[in-house]
């Protein structure tokens, strides 16, 4: 069984930053060959795409929205994931939920991913 833990969530201004965390257990769970991502969730809305990583952390994907504040990383020998959020908006304002896949490229639709964490609050003021 696999789980998935996100910390890091809060309330900050806009144009603050915040890191989010990731960190993944499992007994059989093979870390270093999932792909990962990040998914957000505003009230009233459909959780959407926020960013994937590949294993290897070699090649990463990003939703329009955040595309040059936000960075994703891992860690494999730590077995944690990083979303590294930067000029923050109100918009940016969500649950935000780290994800896992069988499957070790990185992908961008809920889903392809077979793993959720319990999600963490990300709230922007403005």
């Known amino acids: 069984q696999v789980h998935l833990v996100e910390s890091g969530g809060g309330l900050v201004q806009a144009g603050g930053s915040l890191r989010l965390s990731c960190a993944a257990s499992g007994r059989s769970f093979s870390f270093s060959t999932y792909a990962r991502g990040w998914f957000r969730q505003a009230p009233g809305q459909e959780r959407e795409f926020v960013a994937a990583?590949?294993?290897?952390?070699?090649?990463?994907s990003y939703a329009d929205s955040v595309k040059g504040r936000f960075t994703i990383s891992r860690d494999n020998a730590e077995k944690t994931v990083t979303l590294q959020m930067n000029s923050l908006k109100p918009e940016d304002t969500a649950v935000y939920y780290c994800?896992?896949?069988?499957?070790?490229?990185?992908?961008?639709?809920?889903?392809?991913?077979?793993?959720w964490g319990q999600g963490t609050q990300v709230t922007v003021s403005s």
């Open positions: 994800a896992a896949r069988r499957f070790g490229v990185a992908a961008m639709t809920t889903g392809e991913y077979d793993y």
């Open positions: 990583i590949s294993w290897s952390g070699g090649s990463t």
